[in-house]
């Protein structure tokens, strides 16, 4: 029961725009250009784009951190040597502030392990980026009531060898996987009782302190019309936005809901 946690500390909200293989390096520049005219510096929401790995480091000479932090979409786990067409995480430091990791596409379209997962969230610590470890279960999983376990196992797997300390630095975002872009999003309640289990888990991990510390994040068909929903449960801390992102204007009233719901 959420209620396990009352001594939550009250943080600053997280809105995270994942823009998927979507813009170009130019049609980048002009969004974060509008964006940055659209959005004022807000103290109580830490904004963060995910752009395509290609248009990061042009967009990281633009962009004011006052405003808005950037993403990698991934990484890789090792730091340099042969292995041709991946991005090491540690040539993103200074880039990138943050790291999607193990989001569900890359688990079920590019067949990314819990290992490989586990090794990422290590290499993005590493080198100072902070990981935003996605998990969720598919409607296979959820038709046979298998939320908690499967919530619990990736948790587990992704945060091996993380210390305490660490988790500080690590946003969960809990993403079920048939809410994905299908527009078939989670109920509100669905969400609170997951974000529930992932703090039960990680108190079981690295105790009670650390369970109310941790922040956690909704992504799933979120929307301007249900961005409030979520946002009014007490104890999540924020939202992974994808299609929506794309559109500043949108994104911006999300952004806004989340400033009002702070005030």
Same mark, same amino acid.
């Given at each position: 029961?959420l209620?396990s ?7 600053d ?6 823009w998927?293989m ?10 974060l250009h ?10 109580? #929401?830490?904004v963060v784009l ?7 480091q ?5 962009i ?7 993403a ?6 090792r ?12 040539h993103?430091? =200074? ?5 999607l990791i ?8 590019f ?8 090794l ?25 009531d298998?939320?908690?376990d499967?919530?619990?196992d ?6 091996a ?6 988790l =500080? ?7 079920? #996987?048939?809410a994905? =872009?299908?527009?078939?999003?989670a109920?509100p ?6 974000v529930?289990?992932i703090?039960?888990?990680i ?5 009670k302190?650390?369970a ?9 068909s979120?929307? /301007?019309?249900n ?12 939202l992974? /936005?994808? =299609? #929506? ?9 999300i ?9």
């Amino acid at each position: 029961d959420l209620h396990s946690f009352p001594t939550r500390r009250s943080s600053d909200l997280v809105l995270i725009g994942n823009w998927k293989m979507n813009f170009n390096m130019h049609e980048a520049s002009l969004y974060l250009h509008n964006l940055m005219q659209l959005l004022p510096s807000y103290r109580d #929401v830490e904004v963060v784009l995910a752009p395509t790995i290609l248009s990061l480091q042009s967009l990281s000479l633009q962009i004011n951190r006052r405003i808005a932090k950037l993403a990698a979409q991934n990484c890789y786990w090792r730091d340099h040597g042969a292995y041709t067409g991946e991005i090491p995480a540690a040539h993103l430091r =200074g880039i990138a502030d943050y790291a999607l990791i193990g989001h569900s596409e890359r688990r079920y379209i590019f067949i990314e392990s819990d290992k490989d997962i586990r090794l990422k969230v290590q290499a993005a610590l590493r080198n100072r980026i902070k990981p935003i470890l996605c998990i969720g279960e598919t409607a296979q999983e959820r038709a046979l009531d298998e939320t908690k376990d499967v919530l619990a196992d990736q948790l587990t797997s992704g945060l091996a060898n993380v210390t305490a300390e660490e988790l =500080g630095q690590i946003v969960i975002a809990y993403e079920p #996987v048939w809410a994905i =872009g299908t527009g078939d999003n989670a109920k509100p309640a669905d969400v609170k009782s997951a974000v529930a289990t992932i703090r039960r888990h990680i108190a079981h991990l690295y105790g009670k302190a650390a369970a109310e510390q941790v922040r956690i994040v909704y992504g799933g068909s979120v929307t /301007v019309d249900n961005a409030a929903d979520y946002l009014a449960i007490r104890d999540l801390d924020g939202l992974l /936005v994808g =299609g #929506v992102s794309l559109d500043s204007h949108q994104f911006k009233e999300i952004i806004t809901k989340a400033h009002s719901k702070e005030k």
